[in-house]
């Protein structure tokens, strides 16, 4: 895929270097000479210099041809007008990051597909290191109204032995869940589940929850005996 990055700061670089390994054709934008020569000479990552709100610089950088595009400057308002821009250019994918969470509803209206607030998925790491280690959250899905979890079965857990089919039938499983995959980490193998499947301790359990279920079901296969 085609794709451009708004900002070469240390997230833009990241993301622009994980991209080309992956074998996607990049370009960085930014304003900054000695950042376009240091992306370009380090990663050897496409950049162009010049701000990526200005509308000749994004044509330089081929956003008629982007097949995605992705705001990684630091301030919101930019990365707002990025989205605006790139709209106008039907770009299919528009991925922008947001520092403040009042920004999400702008940042969709303004035609952006993917919202990646970074205070809040600072705070919701934080708090799951340090209440359920066990628990991590994969991506948010459907604009934040889904998330795809991952649980690590502890030693003792309440649900361990036990099939898929007994644990959905269980009073206290919410019924907006579903199972996703179940990675055996002495086999390094990974299941689609079924009902018959058990569930075994050491087991990550890849799950599909909605926002307000996600407690609920982290606590259920987390707790212990």
Known sequence: MYIIIAGGGVAGRTLADNLQDRKHDVVVIEK???LCEKIYAEL????VKGSALDIGVLKEAGIEKAD???GSMYEDENNLTFAILAKSFNVPNIMVRSRRPEYEKVFYVAGA???SNVTDLFIRHILMEIENPNVRIITSLERGKAELIMVRIPEAADVAGTTINEIVQRKDFPRDSVFAGILNVTSETITIPRGNHVVNEGDKVFMVCQRDSFGAISDMLTKTK
């Open 32 to 34: 900054d000479s000695a």
């Open 44 to 47: 050897g990552v496409i950049s």
């Open 68 to 70: 995605i595009a992705i």
């Open 113 to 115: 597909t993917t919202v």
